[in-house]
Every structure is written in C-alpha cells, then in structure tokens.
C-alpha cells in the first residue's frame, strides 16, 4: 500500500490475522530534550517513513485514569513543541506488566486520541525496550 511515508507492505495471514511491515524509521531520538512550561519531559522522538511520519513518545503514569481533558492539553502542548519542526503526534504510554503497554495517542491532524492505529503500537513498545537495553521491568 502507498501512503505519505512510503510503501508499507504487509499479506494476509488468516481471515482476522495480517502481517504488517512498517517503514523503517528515518529519525531515531531516544532521549529528546523536551521542556513544556518548564519542566523536562521524558521523550523519545521517532520518524517513520521519507518523508518521515513524526511521533513523540512520552510515558505517563496511571494513563487508564488520566483526565481526558488535560491529557488533550498536555499533547496539545507538545504536539507544537518548538523542538518538532513537523509538529508530531504524540504517544502517551505506561508499561503495566512485562507484556501489556497501555496506549493512548494525541493525533496532531485529529486533535483528539485514536483508540488503535498499528503504526503506533510498535513505537509505544520498541521506544521503552530500546532505552531500557533490554532490561527487565519488574524483578
């Protein structure tokens, strides 16, 4: 399939399973300086596609009860930080397990949250794995 950030190729595996290959990645910044009034924010910032497709990727704690209306202000915040010349997208996440990630993203076109895109999953769980190198979350 054609998109903005290149051809993402991907086949069928079952009726409800499919393969995705997504684009590789064109900027990778796992420890962005983000400062939002005044305060440093962890961030990783990531790239996907030519053109590039730009994404901050923020960890939150407890996300599933966060208020709906100042996480929207908060990415909408960042989502013009003068550090992302593109603007981006923002990727709020919290690691709730050794294999469960709870996502939520501000979508800069949208101004709003999506519930799924599959582009997003794989930056909410490679961003953290890559900083950690590898680590164990929990002992």
Known sequence: METTAGIVTGYRIDKRLYRIRLNDPTTIVLDAEVI???VKVECSYIE???PGL???VIPYQNLKEADTGKLREFGEKLRWYNG???G???NFYEILGND???ERTYEKR???FYLCLWYRYSMCSCCPFL???GKRWYS
């Open 48 to 50: 996907l596609g030519n």
């Open 100 to 102: 469960y990630i709870y």
């Open 88 to 90: 981006a997208n923002i």
């Open 36 to 38: 939002i009034d005044g």
């Open 110 to 112: 949208r101004r709003g």
């Open 84 to 86: 992302f010349s593109k």
């Open 131 to 133: 900083k950690r190198k």
């Open 54 to 56: 730009p994404h901050a």
